[in-house]
């Protein structure tokens, strides 16, 4: 007799630097940010005093690669040093399962539900996603005069709101990668996005980069690739899937009154005045995002404005304030351009879909990631929502993850391939930096069969991308 499992949940996360107690009994100093707030102070103490622990001591055996998990029955603990004295520590429980042997019932632990890459990069990932909204932790202390408490506020204004928004549950793969989905289109529609991107900048010099997207997917960005990563995530699972959500809370889809000069468009602001008739109204919610924090961080508003299924962002030049008329202005000229332009877009988008892979198709699935440009796609996920929207089984998709996580075992070509129990072959190919999963579900099937649907997969959907054999 079983039970159901237990669901993974989030038991402890904190940030601390161990330089900022110079004596004992001041330990407390140390600790920059807690989850859960209310945890008593000892408590708080204790779990930083062992993390600090745990690192000095992995430190005289591995000098050049600092600890990056801790193991227990119950719980698993990643730890990351995003930058030099800081160190962030997430802890999540690992999954239990009630079961009952000769009248007796005991809890079996599920540790291979818990995958240290997988929840190492959701740690990874929430500094990446606090250094794009409020800048690295050197750079608050470097301009606010070594501030300390400023930084605390600071982590606790994005965290207490960022954490709620996990959904550990869910985490995979995907999680790993952090990869942008591109939209591949003909040369033409193509040239005619970036011309309009290249308008807008030249129209608007404030707008120092733009990016393009169209259904969730990345067809134009001015941004590195690594600030892309990080901004797209943010676009794609945060906001406009709530500005979504609230367009369609408002009933039918919402037209700008046309003006005597121009035809009505689909265009409006997602971040930015949701009312442009009223002179005096609020200009919205505009997040502010450092970027190319690499070489020194760069402010800039983030407007996004929306015309159908195309979102335009505009990185303008955060050093002066905005103002209306700017908006207006913006949305004059872009939105007739925009709602023009989605229809070339999705023309283009009907041509290719007749060759794309049916959600139901019961054929082959797979994860593709190039870290070179750090483009990913997916099948085996329904889709970018990481809502569990998946494909496959869960014993699946975590030996997906397993073998990414051997794949340092490989030279810098490889292949590893699997077969479950439930008749899943998991095969999973490396090779110049790229990475291909492809799961089959075929009983019966030997070696040599699974091998040609591999290659068949590969060249039916890699067209021009060249594995070693």
């Given at each position: 007799?079983?039970?159901?499992?237990?669901?993974?949940?989030?038991?402890?996360?904190?940030?601390?630097?161990?330089?900022?107690?110079?004596?004992?009994?001041?330990?407390?100093?140390?600790?920059?940010?807690?989850?859960?707030?209310?945890?008593e102070?000892?408590?708080?103490?204790?779990?930083?005093g062992?993390?600090?622990?745990?690192?000095?001591?992995?430190?005289?055996?591995?000098?050049?690669?600092?600890?990056?998990?801790?193991?227990?029955?119950?719980?698993?603990q990643?730890?990351?040093?995003?930058?030099?004295?800081?160190?962030?520590?997430?802890?999540?429980?690992?999954?239990a399962?009630?079961?009952?042997?000769d009248g007796?019932?005991?809890?079996?632990?599920?540790?291979?539900?818990?995958?240290?890459?997988?929840?190492?990069?959701?740690?990874?990932?929430?500094?990446?996603?606090?250094?794009?909204?409020?800048?690295?932790?050197?750079?608050?202390?470097?301009?606010?005069?070594?501030?300390?408490?400023?930084?605390?506020?600071?982590?606790?204004?994005?965290?207490?709101?960022?954490?709620?928004?996990?959904?550990?549950?869910?985490?995979?793969?995907?999680?790993?990668?952090?990869?942008?989905?591109?939209?591949?289109?003909?040369?033409?529609?193509?040239?005619?996005?970036?011309?309009?991107?290249?308008?807008?900048?030249?129209?608007?010099?404030?707008?120092?980069?733009?990016?393009?997207?169209?259904?969730?997917?990345?067809?134009?960005?001015?941004?590195?690739?690594?600030?892309?990563?990080?901004?797209?995530?943010?676009?794609?699972?945060?906001?406009?899937?709530?500005?979504?959500?609230t367009?369609?809370?408002?009933?039918?889809?919402?037209?700008?009154?046309?003006?005597?000069?121009?035809?009505?468009?689909?265009?409006?602001?997602?971040?930015?005045?949701?009312?442009?008739?009223?002179?005096?109204?609020?200009?919205?919610?505009?997040?502010?995002?450092?970027?190319?924090?690499?070489?020194?961080?760069?402010?800039?508003?983030?407007?996004?404005?929306?015309?159908?299924?195309?979102?335009?962002?505009?990185?303008?030049?955060?050093?002066?304030?905005?103002?209306?008329?700017?908006?207006?202005?913006?949305?004059?000229?872009?939105?007739?351009?925009?709602?023009?332009?989605?229809?070339?877009?999705?023309?283009?988008?009907?041509?290719?879909?007749?060759?794309?892979?049916?959600?139901?198709?019961?054929?082959?699935?797979?994860?593709?990631?190039?870290?070179?440009?750090?483009?990913?796609?997916?099948?085996?996920?329904?889709?970018?929502?990481?809502?569990?929207?998946?494909?496959?089984?869960?014993?699946?998709?975590?030996?997906?993850?397993?073998?990414?996580?051997?794949?340092?075992?490989?030279?810098?070509?490889?292949?590893?391939?699997?077969?479950?129990?439930?008749?899943?072959?998991?095969?999973?190919?490396?090779s110049?930096?790229?990475?291909?999963?492809?799961?089959?579900?075929?009983k019966?099937?030997?070696?040599?069969?699974?091998?040609?649907?591999?290659?068949?997969?590969?060249?039916?959907?890699?067209?021009?991308?060249?594995?070693?054999?």
């Open positions: 007799m079983m039970s159901s499992k237990s669901d993974i949940n989030l038991q402890h996360f904190y940030v601390f630097n161990s330089s900022y107690s110079q004596r004992e009994g001041e330990e407390l100093k140390n600790i920059l940010y807690y989850f859960p707030p209310k945890t102070v000892d408590t708080q103490m204790k779990n930083v062992l993390s600090e622990a745990i690192i000095k001591f992995t430190d005289t055996f591995s000098p050049d690669q600092p600890c990056e998990s801790l193991h227990t029955q119950k719980s698993r990643l730890l990351y040093q995003p930058e030099p004295g800081f160190w962030m520590v997430m802890t999540v429980n690992v999954p399962v009630t079961k009952t042997k007796v019932e005991y809890v079996e632990y599920q540790s291979d539900d818990v995958q240290d890459n997988v929840f190492r990069s959701v740690l990874c990932q929430s500094y990446r996603m606090f250094r794009l909204f409020k800048g690295s932790f050197g750079h608050i202390l470097s301009s606010h005069a070594g501030d300390v408490e400023l930084l605390r506020l600071k982590l606790e204004h994005f965290f207490s709101r960022y954490l709620t928004t996990l959904k550990l549950n869910h985490c995979d793969i995907l999680d790993v990668f952090q990869g942008i989905q591109f939209l591949p289109l003909d040369k033409q529609t193509f040239l005619r996005v970036q011309c309009f991107v290249n308008l807008v900048e030249a129209m608007f010099p404030r707008v120092r980069h733009t990016a393009f997207l169209y259904n969730d997917q990345l067809v134009w960005s001015g941004l590195e690739p690594d600030d892309m990563q990080v901004v797209y995530r943010y676009l794609v699972t945060s906001l406009l899937p709530t500005h979504l959500e367009e369609l809370q408002g009933g039918s889809m919402p037209r700008h009154p046309a003006s005597p000069f121009t035809t009505t468009h689909y265009g409006r602001f997602v971040s930015g005045p949701s009312n442009l008739q009223d002179s005096a109204g609020s200009m919205g919610k505009i997040p502010k995002v450092y970027v190319n924090n690499s070489t020194g961080p760069e402010m800039y508003h983030l407007i996004v404005y929306r015309a159908l299924s195309a979102t335009l962002c505009m990185f303008v030049d955060g050093t002066s304030p905005l103002c209306m008329e700017m908006f207006k202005r913006m949305d004059v000229f872009v939105g007739p351009q925009l709602t023009a332009l989605v229809s070339e877009v999705a023309e283009q988008c009907g041509k290719q879909a007749g060759s794309g892979a049916s959600p139901t198709d019961p054929g082959p699935r797979f994860v593709y990631f190039n870290q070179l440009n750090l483009a990913q796609k997916s099948t085996v996920h329904l889709d970018a929502r990481r809502s569990g929207n998946v494909g496959v089984c869960l014993e699946v998709l975590r030996l997906l993850a397993d073998i990414n996580s051997d794949k340092s075992r490989m030279s810098s070509t490889g292949e590893v391939i699997l077969k479950t129990m439930t008749d899943y072959w998991v095969v999973g190919k490396l110049n930096l790229r990475e291909f999963y492809v799961v089959i579900h075929q019966n099937a030997n070696l040599i069969e699974i091998n040609d649907e591999v290659r068949r997969v590969c060249e039916a959907q890699l067209k021009s991308i060249f594995f070693h054999d």
